[in-house]
């Protein structure tokens, strides 16, 4: 089993940067594929980005490509989320998930059995 705690959300201007963390407690997850997933309120939780349990391989949504970078450092059991040139319609609470099965990462919510609380990122205009 593990535990997966976000961290770094917050408010901040459009264009403005934020890194997120995911830290994970209990197990070690170097072999889980990771995923980052977000929801506003009264929309669907939708698919951010994903990333091997290597490390190897990334994974992006077309809305973020160029501007959200994900990455992980196994030996610290955290994935990361770097979120540049933010956008007021990047606002939502954002997730970490984690797959035992699916080490390649998967943009599908069903891929993912453990799951963070979240943390909300607010982008002002």
């Known amino acids: 089993q593990v535990q997966l705690v976000e961290s770094g959300g917050g408010l901040v201007q459009a264009g403005g940067s934020l890194r997120l963390s995911c830290a994970a407690s209990g197990r070690t997850f170097s072999m889980y594929g990771m995923g980052w997933f977000r929801q506003a309120p009264g929309k669907e939780r939708e698919f951010v980005a994903a990333i091997s349990w290597s490390g190897g391989s990334t994974y992006y949504a077309d809305s973020v490509k160029g501007r959200f970078t994900i990455s992980r450092d196994n030996a610290k059991n955290t994935v990361y989320l770097q979120m540049n040139s933010l956008k007021p319609e990047d606002t939502a609470v954002y997730y970490c998930?984690?797959?035992?099965?699916?080490?390649?990462?998967?943009?599908?919510?069903?891929?993912?059995?453990?799951w963070g609380q979240g943390t909300q990122v607010t982008v002002s205009s």
């Open positions: 998930a984690a797959s035992s099965l699916v080490t390649t990462g998967s943009q599908n919510r069903g891929a993912y059995d453990y």
